[in-house]
């Protein structure tokens, strides 16, 4: 069966400092992928999704980038962190084919002070 | 682009009380729809969706949800809530050719004894 990790769970950040959050799939080959941010008291935002490696496109203007380096690994950067970038951040993978429904990982909260 | 709106920010609910949750869509083409679960801390469970067929969909954990086409709505609703129930719900839409999710604010079910 698929499973999907995100690490670190919880982050305390100084603004200005950089940041990495990780996705991983197992079981699967191929995935879609997604980062969402669900800031406090809303609803999720599509930040990026992949369809393959280096692809990556990107669904709001901010001050966050994505990677994906390899085929089931997702990356979540930034170069400097500012305090709106504090919220819970969750990872999601669908089937390349067929894959209507997005299955989400257990989240990184993110607090940047 | 598809929008979602749920109806209620917060509801709250007597243990055994049946509980109907609100979602209505706007989409110029067909599409899919979901309804995701998250418990404190936690990321997204999928609890029913619906594709294409019969109208009314059965979920996890006694959730039901009824697509109505002419409405454009996809309403939730259990019949006797529980303790455990008590969650944000979300619900979500794709349209059929872009499996990009757009997703409501969410509605915040507490259940009491």
């Known amino acids: 069966s698929q499973t999907i990790h995100q690490w670190p769970a919880t982050l305390v950040q100084p603004v200005g400092s950089p940041l990495s959050l990780e996705c991983t799939v197992e079981?699967?080959?191929?995935?879609?992928l997604y980062w969402y941010r669900q800031a406090a008291g809303r609803g999720l935002q599509l930040l990026f999704y992949?369809?393959?490696?280096?692809?990556i496109s990107s669904e709001v203007p901010q001050n966050l980038s994505a990677s994906r380096p390899q085929d089931r690994q997702f990356i979540l950067s930034s170069k400097k962190l500012l305090l709106s970038d504090s919220g819970f951040y969750l990872c999601?993978?669908?089937?390349?084919?067929?894959?209507?429904?997005?299955?989400f990982g257990p989240g990184t909260r993110l607090l940047v002070l | 682009a598809q929008s979602v709106t749920q109806l209620d920010s917060q509801v709250p609910v007597f243990e055994e009380a049946p509980v109907e949750l609100r979602c209505n869509y706007s989409?110029?083409?067909?599409?899919?729809l979901f309804w995701y679960v998250q418990y404190p801390n936690q990321g997204l469970q999928l609890l029913l969706k619906?594709?294409?067929?019969?109208?009314l969909v059965k979920g996890i954990n006694g959730f039901e949800a009824e697509f109505n086409k002419s409405q454009t709505s996809f309403h939730l609703r259990k019949p006797s809530v529980h303790i455990s129930d008590t969650a944000e719900y979300f619900c979500?839409?794709?349209?059929?050719?872009?499996?990009?999710?757009?997703f409501g604010a969410g509605t915040t079910v507490t259940v009491r004894a």
């Open positions: 999601a993978w669908t089937q390349i084919r067929g894959g209507e429904t997005q299955y």
């Open positions: 079981g699967t080959s191929n995935p879609n």
């Open positions: 992949s369809v393959g490696i280096g692809q």
């Open positions: 989409s110029s083409v067909s599409v899919y």
């Open positions: 619906y594709l294409s067929g019969s109208t």
């Open positions: 979500a839409v794709s349209e059929t050719n872009d499996y990009k999710l757009s």
